[in-house]
T-cell receptor
Framework: GAVVSQHPSWVICKSGTSVKIECRSL??????MFWYRQFPKQSLMLMAT?????????EQGVEKDKFLINHASLTLSTLTVTSAHPEDSSFYIC????????FGPGTRLTVT | GIQVEQSPPDLILQEGANSTLRCNFS?????LQWFHQNPWGQLINLFY???GTKQNGRLSATTVATERYSLLYISSSQTTDSGVYFC?????????????FGKGTKLTVNP
């Protein structure tokens, strides 16, 4: 299966600042990556589909100007949370897809 | 869109016991995966099983696509099996479609 890394593992930032999360596909060239969000004790919800070389596709209710996604290469997608607020605190997980999806270890964001 | 229901929501077992987790889905699917989320949040792929039966060690899974359900069996449970088990489905073949997750079954295995 595909191996996916994320950086950072956890981050604390102040309200109003921006945070960038990286998702790397280490052994697979991923034309498509997915970004999910998971609140405590809840399930995963898809935020957006990241497409290499083109614009991301956002799910209904996800603010594209707040959650900026860039998929500049076949091995790297980034998610930038702009002007973060405490309600953005969550666990962010990315995945890559072969015939099944493989997930990164996640990034825990805390906004104070 | 597709709805995914998992049961039971919580399950507590003694080490060595067997268990069955269920996943019901509302429409035809071409992709069904079972995951184990460990206490650190990492999702571990257990099975890719849009239909049929698969086994991997103490774990096995069966999907009856015509009846729209899948079962995950855990035999001789160990404390390391603790965590949340998710079922996720997609309507299109391959990994290019978004997965819809169930709410999960939280399993606690006591020594």
């Amino acid at each position: 299966g595909a191996v996916v890394s994320q950086h950072p593992s956890w981050v604390i930032c102040k309200s109003g600042t921006s945070v960038k999360i990286e998702c790397r596909s280490l052994d697979f060239q991923a034309t498509t990556m997915f970004w999910y969000r998971q609140f405590p004790k809840q399930s995963l919800m898809l935020m957006a589909t990241s497409n290499e070389g083109s614009k991301a596709t956002y799910e209904q209710g996800v603010e594209k100007d707040k959650f900026l996604i860039n998929h500049a290469s076949l091995t790297l997608s980034t998610l930038t949370v702009t002007s973060a607020h405490p309600e953005d605190s969550s666990f962010y997980i990315c995945s890559v897809a072969t015939y099944e999806q493989y997930f990164g270890p996640g990034t825990r964001l805390t906004v104070t | 869109g597709i709805q995914v229901e998992q049961s039971p929501p919580d399950l507590i077992l003694q080490e060595g016991a067997n268990s069955t987790l269920r996943c019901n889905f509302s429409d035809s699917v071409n992709n069904l995966q079972w995951f184990h989320q460990n206490p650190w949040g990492q999702l571990i792929n257990l099975f890719y099983i849009p239909s049929g039966t698969k086994q991997n060690g103490r774990l096995s899974a069966t999907t009856v696509a015509t009846e729209r359900y899948s079962l995950l069996y855990i035999s001789s449970s160990q404390t390391t099996d603790s965590g949340v088990y998710f079922c996720a489905v997609a309507a299109t073949q391959g990994g290019s479609e978004k997965l819809v997750f169930g709410k999960g079954t939280k399993l606690t295995v006591n020594p």
